[in-house]
T-cell receptor, first 117, second 113 residues
Framework: GAGVSQTPSNKVTEKGKYVELRCDPI?????LYWYRQSLGQGPEFLIYFQGTGAADDSGLPNDRFFAVRPEGSVSTLKIQRTERGDSAVYLC???????????????FGPGTRLLVL | GQQLNQSPQSMFIQEGEDVSMNCTSS?????WLWYKQDPGEGPVLLIALYKAGELTSNGRLTAQFGITRKDSFLNISASIPSDVGIYFC?????????????FGKGITLSVRP
């Protein structure tokens, strides 16, 4: 597709369960970002990949959160032992590069709405 | 985590009016961006500013990068109903490993026809 896609669009789970959220970046984009957006708030940074490696994971709230990008394209955000406070919209963004003005524009996907009951 | 300061939380204007939104930060940013988010969608970039003092326009939108690099404003002229949405400012420190965006809480704009 032309834009960033995220699946599922909605996810309802029970407290304590494990969830995986998927992001398909724009083809050819080397940089990929995960953000979390709580109700009434702006997106907050979680983790950034350049290629296959996590260049900055300083935004991950705790060790229940983990993300991978094994082939430098699709990324999966994994949340273990979910808690009610994890309920939020999880946004993925990609950019062509992260080291030059013209290629830095981050294009966002529609997000995955996670609800932990 | 740190967020930029945007207020008020909501703005209500009449169609055809101009509206201005400010964004401030206690930290310096080297890039300022303005995004718009519609319900159920991700944020969409409106304007990017790369230099202190820069004034940039995109159609009816005009934005400025503050001289101190700690603030920015967005102006929308002659508002129309499709301007309704949430407007976020975002700052970026640098490139590469520092290329994450820091967002404000957003301003919800309502336009009365």
């Amino acid at each position: 597709g032309a834009g960033v896609s995220q699946t599922p669009s909605n996810k309802v789970t029970e407290k304590g369960k494990y969830v995986e959220l998927r992001c398909d970046p724009i083809s050819g984009h080397t940089a990929l970002y995960w953000y979390r957006q709580s109700l009434g708030q702006g997106p907050e940074f979680l983790i950034y990949f350049q290629g296959t490696g996590a260049a900055d994971d300083s935004g991950l709230p705790n060790d229940r959160f983990f993300a991978v990008r094994p082939e430098g394209s699709v990324s999966t955000l994994k949340i273990q032992r979910t808690e009610r406070g994890d309920s939020a919209v999880y946004l993925c963004a990609s950019s062509l590069t992260s080291d030059g003005r013209a290629g830095e524009t981050q294009y966002f996907g529609p997000g995955t709405r996670l609800l932990v009951l | 985590g740190q967020q930029l300061n945007q207020s008020p939380q909501s703005m209500f204007i009449q169609e055809g009016e101009d509206v201005s939104m400010n964004c401030t930060s206690s930290s310096i940013f080297n890039t300022w961006l303005w995004y718009k988010q519609d319900p159920g969608e991700g944020p969409v970039l409106l304007i990017a500013l790369y230099k202190a003092g820069e004034l940039t326009s995109n159609g009816r939108l005009t934005a400025q990068f503050g001289i101190t690099r700690k603030d920015s404003f967005l102006n929308i002229s002659a508002s129309i109903p499709s301007d309704v949405g949430i407007y976020f400012c975002a700052g970026q420190t640098s490139t590469g490993a520092n290329s994450k965006l820091t967002f404000g809480k957003g301003i919800t704009l309502s336009v009365r026809p």
